[in-house]
């Protein structure tokens, strides 16, 4: 009975979170005040505290809730989008039926649209606007696109993982984040990565992202491009961009192994977590390797031995 009690104050204090949050009401009538971000920030704490909490939160409709506020609101800012794609990483960890339901409701959209991913990833292109960013503030536009990929890379592998127990074609599993790559692409190859290890947040959760996607689609939208990316190299010397593409990776995986194995050594190195940093971008590779044969070819020649 103790428990019972305990329980149903538990629920009651989530339930006023997610009033003061704006999003209890059917429909939600959310406004972007100081209250409603504090709320958010209590309600991503209990999920991460008490798994618990999910149930309630799935109970009352709260998942559907940030789905329309992130795809409404066109003017949210980066501690909203930071808290709602934080809330919806937690909620849709091993559970496709939410990803599907998320799905349906046009998730992808609301990730790719400007308030989310493309406005916060212009704004770390734009080298004025980059320097600009204090990164002592926990939320800024780094961790704001960090945190809006990790949402898209679990959405992805959750949906892949049914996918597969499915026999369903990785390209037919992925068709409906495809345009999440568009600034996907801006940031592997427009924002400059960090200095000493590369693989660091956003860029390493963008490669987690591309690495959901099978080659044909990643072409797809690459070709798609063509009057954005054909300024990033010389299309005289690199018709379609592929010795640009391999040579940017191949770059990045040189010094990422420079930065984590400095003694080149990995038997007396700290490598404990290099596999797991270095292993998403390897398999991008090989993805990119089996889906085209010059690409194959242009990081052969780079990273294999040649003869002397």
Avoid at 106 to 117: A, G, H, M, T
Wanted: charged share 20%; glycine share 2%.
């Amino acid at each position: 009975m103790a428990l019972n009690l305990i329980n149903q104050l538990a629920n009651s204090g989530i339930e006023v979170l997610i009033q003061l949050a704006g999003l209890l009401n059917q429909p939600v009538q959310f406004k972007p005040t100081t209250t409603a971000c504090e709320a958010l920030k209590c309600i991503a704490n209990c999920i991460y505290l008490k798994e618990e909490t999910k149930v309630y939160l799935e109970q009352a409709n709260t998942i559907s809730a940030c789905q329309f506020v992130l795809q409404s609101e066109n003017q949210l800012g980066m501690d909203f989008q930071f808290l709602l794609c934080r809330i919806l990483f937690f909620m849709t960890v091993n559970r496709h039926d939410i990803v599907e339901q998320l799905v349906r409701s046009n998730i992808s959209q609301s990730i790719e649209k400007v308030k989310v991913l493309l406005d916060n990833i212009v704004q770390l292109e734009n080298p004025v606007s980059r320097q600009a960013i204090d990164q002592r503030d926990p939320i800024n536009a780094f961790t704001v696109t960090s945190e809006a990929l990790k949402l898209l890379f679990n959405l992805m592998l959750v949906k892949a993982r049914k996918s597969n127990n499915a026999t369903i074609d990785d390209s037919t599993a992925s068709d409906g984040f495809k345009n999440c790559l568009v600034p996907i692409f801006h940031l592997l190859f427009g924002v400059p990565y960090a200095e000493r290890q590369p693989l660091v947040p956003p860029h390493s959760q963008a490669i987690h992202a591309l690495m959901q996607f099978p080659y044909t689609t990643i072409e797809q939208v690459w070709q798609s491009q063509a009057e954005w990316t054909s300024q990033l190299y010389d299309k005289k010397d690199d018709e379609h961009g592929y010795k640009f593409i391999a040579t940017t990776f191949v770059d990045i995986l040189d010094r990422a192994i420079h930065a984590l194995i400095p003694q080149g050594d990995p038997d007396h190195d700290d490598v404990q977590q290099v596999d797991s940093i270095i292993a998403p971008l390897l398999l991008v590779l090989v993805s990119l390797a089996e889906g085209n044969s010059v690409l194959k070819s242009i990081m052969a020649r780079s990273m294999l031995p040649g003869d002397k």
